[in-house]
């Protein structure tokens, strides 16, 4: 097929409501957004320790979380499979070529990421902000959540960041998913299988969403931001 056809094609699925592409586009939604919740809470936490604390090895463990930016996911997915299978230490709970398993894997994916990108956040703000809410009487968890929410613009970037990484990886799912049609097949996967099949129709179409919703989420965040973004 012609690239302009395959193309003229893709839309047409999308705009005629195509239940397969819409169900993997859902699939990969839901998959990403609970990997990505399950990440955050302990990598934001993860993070403001490391930030407002001195340690022996705080160096090495800051080197740490950036080396792990460009930890490759087919090999995330190599170890979580070990894990998962049935003889694996995890093999008794079922989670392999599961949307659990899969929500674990892009977890593991997603942790790092926010966790550098919230590290790098807090690192830069301004030490008073914490030592300010301290002195006005502020315990440890109103401390830890007033900068969190001074710092929130910051923190929701690295939030978005960490989305586009899960929603766009293709190794975890692949290997801990299998691809499974109806079940746990993502965006990512789905486009590799149809271009392997050179059925490019249906490749482009998920192209085009993926791409629409790394456009809708930055948006959102520039929306957020405020005076940062379109409202002046």
Known sequence: ????????????????????????VWTSLVVAVLGLALAAVPAIGAAYLIATHDFPGRRVVVVMAQAFLS????LVGLILYLLFTRHGPLGSFSLLFTRSGMVLGQAVIGFPVVLAFALSTLQGADARLRETAW?????RWRTFFTVLRELRFGLMAALVAGFGRVIAEVGSALMIGGNIEGATRTITTAIALETSKGEFAQGIALGVVLIALAVLVNVMLAWLQGAGGFRR
């Open 1 to 24: 097929m012609e690239i302009g056809a395959a193309t003229a094609a893709a839309f047409a699925l999308l705009a005629n409501g195509d239940g397969a592409i819409w169900f993997i």
């Open 135 to 139: 002195v006005l009487g502020a315990g």
């Open 71 to 74: 930890l490759p996911t087919v």
